[in-house]
T-cell receptor
């Protein structure tokens, strides 16, 4: 069974630009969650999508948004990038949701200059 | 305030030795607690997931314990190997209103030396 895949793996953007990251969950998983990981803040929960609906949301500004498609693939968008958005963005898939076993992808390393 | 605190922040041990990592939480209402291993530059990998009623769970050389009364968990690594060098993250799930929240510890960075 293929694992969680994320694209792209690395990305360099300029402050003020926007970026879209993609996540393909494990086949059959309907829940996709997104996380931001930085050395200073550790892992922080962004949001969770389940069957195309946002079900959980962390404490991030509205510049961070996401969506999920009918095939459970998910995208995360960050608009008006700031230097502080530089981080490793991880997505995790689960059959039933964040309270259950989650499988993480390798992450997308975003650098904002 | 819901918090998960891990100790120590970092640890260096010699290959073949055992070690124990600690996780204390103040999360309520508690749903489950999990330990993840994260290699540098990679996504976390689940080691164990424990509910309220479980107090010990093993995964190979990794054994997690949970004391729901004192709100403490530990991860014991037996006969460490160089490949155990990684960050270990404790995560607690809480049910809030009609949804679940995950509260992450800041991790323990383990270095195993030959």
């Amino acid at each position: 069974k293929a694992g969680v895949t994320q694209t792209p793996r690395y990305l360099i953007k300029t402050r003020g630009q926007q970026v879209t990251l993609s996540c393909s969950p494990i086949s059959g998983h309907r829940s996709v969650s997104w996380y931001q990981q930085t050395p200073g803040q550790g892992l922080q929960f962004l949001f969770e999508y389940f069957s195309e609906t946002q079900r959980n949301k962390g404490n991030f500004p509205g510049r961070f948004s996401g969506r999920q498609f009918s095939n459970s693939r998910s995208e995360m968008n960050v608009s008006t990038l700031e230097l502080g958005d530089s981080a490793l963005y991880l997505c995790a898939s689960s059959f039933q949701g964040v309270s259950y076993e989650q499988y993480f992808g390798p992450g997308t390393r975003l650098t904002v200059t | 305030k819901n918090q998960v605190e891990q100790s120590p922040q970092s640890l260096i041990i010699l290959e073949g030795k055992n070690c124990t990592l600690q996780c204390n939480y103040t999360v309520s209402p508690f749903s489950n607690l999990r330990w993840y291993k994260q290699d540098t530059g990679r996504g976390p990998v689940s080691l164990t997931i424990m509910t309220f009623s479980e107090n010990t769970k093993s995964n190979g050389r990794y054994t997690a314990t949970l004391d729901a009364d004192t709100k403490q968990s530990s991860l014991h690594i037996t006969a460490s190997q160089l490949s155990d060098s990684a960050s270990y993250i404790c995560v607690v799930s809480a049910r809030m209103d009609s949804s679940y929240k995950l509260i992450f510890g800041s991790g323990t960075r383990l270095l195993v030396r030959p």
